[in-house]
């Protein structure tokens, strides 16, 4: 998300331009090799030559669209980020940089004159600008430090950015006649998050004065705060707004510290003034998740995603609405049991258009502000991800099972009509496995949603071996997701029939079903898993006899729980990141408030809570089956000595163990070269154990 940079001169970015101009193709088009082509199936060397839409802005006159498409060279082992440009009528997009080093964070001017950006500039993120007509490059800001997100005010006077900022003193700084020490002191949890140390800095909101040219009058809002503007660790640009005549900054920031931000979910939406300096707490009393604000053009209302439970950070996304002239709170989707995404406002402002999931889908929606009507716009199996709004354009990313993300242009009625084709010559070379949806009655008489990716060429004559697929999050919808890592036609190009069931605790089938899973980790959504490969399991063309389980995080409990509960249905297991002691997870983890909601509280409570009876490592006497175990060691949500404990205990049983431990990755494995390492043994392993008769 926060990349490092190194810049260019301009008189070496022509040069680069030149050459670049040679072979456009090969970054837009990354061509297959002769034998990837003959084989005709996605492959992980394949998968890392899919060109990837990071992030896109729609023109101010919704005529063409600004995108970044992020591409990896596997021998290099890094990726490379450029900017495109493509008309909203469709077209060929149009590379605009070329450069060895990425580029992110792109917004357009107020004027649509310049396409503004983030890239290095003396080993420092720095905002840049392309005149959209000359191409010529120049930079806008000369802070001391790395922007990290940034947006120019609708006026066109103004625009804000994030950096980080010191806020507390390390112990260097209080010994500096210790400068080599390496030593690291806290005296308050947050002391680590995900996958980084706190080093005594937070992410503070700036605004500045522009003139069109360079910054002044640069002030920092959160002066003095020990607190993040926008929300760690994601940081998401979404989290602060502009409003329409460019005098307000709406930011989402969650002001607590140490221990209350470990267990508290309260963030709020703060309105800056720009003219008087002050900021209003526009949430207050609201003590869920508060975020994504967006004022509306006429400068009337602002609206946002509000989570009503404090410390759940699963609950439905409210969208929630304030009328700055009648100081009125309203929830626009009280009666609409669906969480809300990605919201845009129509010019009129009488209409908003927002994303939301529906049977483990994620569909284009529209609500009129005033009668609180719904209508959905879209329908198909895919997943919407973005979107944005200018005039009468409507335009999204989209992505499914079996295509990675494109921009799409909506009308009113839902027609779509695909704009860009990144990745058009691979799925001319490969075959895709069919997806089908089946949908099983489960232990209490419900119906679940399961989708089935079949392997390419599938032959309903034969047998083949299958994947369960357990989710993470918990609360996580399986939906028409296209991963990097864990892609499912990938594994049905090795072979494999893959089950992915929506089990109880994800969303996109109503609240209660999402919400079952808090303290039940080992209750019902397991029989569900096991209901979902006992039906799918009678189909003629399905191995039964060869069924593996695989999963990570909350996928990864759930592996290895299961090894412990699933009575001979498995021959395999493959378990990342998973919690396998309820205890120790709870001792060595960084965020609180979820242990609290989903397991019930901390282990020394009396009675213990009952979720700490779903612990895997409990029931590790009745495992049997072989179990290959993965972890980063820069995890520290379920920190790798969850990993450890788990392949200890297989190993010290006789049970038939693999560890896969990288020291550089954390909850995810993000380099192309390790990705492929994990590929090859996750296929290896599952080839061992569920190919062999």
């Known amino acids: 998300m926060r990349k490092s940079h190194i810049f260019l001169t301009l008189g070496i970015f022509i040069l680069l331009i030149s050459c670049k101009k040679q072979s456009h193709d090969y970054f837009f088009d990354q061509p297959l090799t002769d034998q990837e082509k003959q084989g005709q199936r996605l492959t992980p060397e394949i998968l890392w030559k899919f060109g990837r839409i990071t992030e896109s802005e729609l023109s101010p006159d919704g005529k063409e669209i600004a995108f970044v498409v992020k591409r990896y060279d596997l021998k290099k082992n890094k990726g490379n980020a450029e900017i495109f440009v493509i008309s909203t009528q469709g077209g060929t997009p149009e590379q605009l940089t070329f450069t060895p080093e990425s580029e992110s964070s792109i917004h357009w001017t107020p004027d649509g004159k310049c396409i503004g950006h983030l890239a290095p500039a003396k080993g420092t993120s720095q905002i840049w600008e392309i005149d959209r007509k000359t191409k010529k490059i120049r930079q806008v800001s000369h802070v001391d430090g790395d922007i990290e997100i940034f947006a120019y005010a609708p006026s066109g006077k103004h625009l804000y950015f994030t950096m980080r900022v010191k806020t507390d003193s390390s112990a260097q700084d209080r010994n500096p006649d210790l400068p080599l020490s390496t030593g690291r002191v806290y005296t308050d949890l947050m002391y680590r998050h995900w996958d980084s140390w706190w080093d005594y800095r937070n992410s503070h909101l700036f605004v500045a004065a522009y003139d069109g040219h360079s910054l002044s009058a640069i002030k920092d809002i959160n002066a003095g705060e020990p607190y993040n503007t926008p929300l760690a660790p994601y940081y998401e640009p979404s989290e602060i707004s502009w409003s329409a005549d460019g005098k307000k900054i709406a930011y989402t920031s969650r002001k607590l510290k140490g221990k209350a931000e470990a267990l508290s979910t309260n963030s709020d939406i703060y309105l800056y003034d720009l003219d008087s300096g002050t900021t209003v707490n526009l949430t207050q009393g609201m003590n869920g998740y508060d975020r994504n604000p967006v004022f509306s ?18 609950d439905k996304e409210r969208l929630m609405l304030y009328n700055f002239e009648t100081h009125t709170y309203t929830d626009l989707t009280h009666d609409f049991d669906q969480s809300v995404s990605q919201m845009v406002w129509s010019d009129d402002s009488r209409h908003i258009y927002f994303i939301s999931g529906i049977h483990a889908t994620y569909q284009v929606y529209r609500i009129d502000v005033e009668s609180r009507q719904i209508t959905q716009l879209t329908q198909g199996w895919h997943d919407y991800t ?13 992505m499914s099972m079996s295509m990675a993300t ?21 799925y001319e070379a490969i075959r895709m496995g069919e997806v089908k949806e089946k949908w099983v009655t489960t232990t209490d008489n419900k119906k679940m949603l399961v989708w089935l990716i079949l392997p390419p060429n599938f032959d309903s004559t034969r047998k083949y071996p299958a994947i369960l697929y357990c989710q993470g999050g918990p609360q996580s919808a399986v939906s028409q997701f296209f991963s990097y890592r ?30 079952q899973i808090a303290l039940d980790y080992g209750g019902q959504n397991i029989k569900d898993y096991l209901s979902a490969v006992d039906e799918i399991s009678k189909e003629p063309y399905v191995d039964k006899d060869h069924i593996g389980a695989v999963g990570a995080s909350y996928g990864g409990f759930s592996v290895f729980y299961l090894a412990g509960h699933h009575q001979k249905r498995f021959k395999a297991f493959i378990a990342h990141c998973g919690v396998f002691n309820f205890e120790s ?13 989903d397991i019930g509280g901390p282990y020394w409570q009396k009675p213990k809570p009952r979720g700490y009876s779903f612990s895997p490592h409990l029931y590790v006497d009745q495992w049997d089956t072989p179990i290959l175990i993965i972890s980063g060691e820069k995890d520290f949500r379920i920190p790798y000595t969850e990993s450890l404990q788990a392949f200890n205990a297989a190993q010290l049983r006789g049970i038939p163990s693999k560890l896969l431990i990288f020291p550089d990755e954390n909850h995810w494995v993000l380099k192309p070269q390790n990705s492929v390492l994990w590929q090859r043994e996750f296929f290896g392993w599952l080839d061992q154990w569920l190919k062999q008769k």
Request: overall charge negative.
């Open 297 to 314: 053009p006429n400068g009337k209302m602002i609206c946002w995603t509000s989570m009503a439970t404090p410390g759940y950070e699963s």
């Open 585 to 597: 997870e709870f001792g060595s983890t960084d965020e609180y408030f979820f242990e609290y909601h």
């Open 406 to 426: 494109e921009l799409f242009r909506i009308d009113e009625n839902g027609k779509e009509n695909q704009l860009t084709h990144i990745n058009q010559n691979i």
């Open 386 to 398: 973005w979107l944005a709004r200018k005039g009468d354009i409507l335009v999204g990313q989209k």
């Open 486 to 515: 864990w892609n499912f036609q990938l594994m049905a190009a090795n072979g494999y029939i893959v089950i992915a069931p929506n089990r109880r605790g994800l969303p996109t089938f109503g609240q209660a079903w999402n919400d």
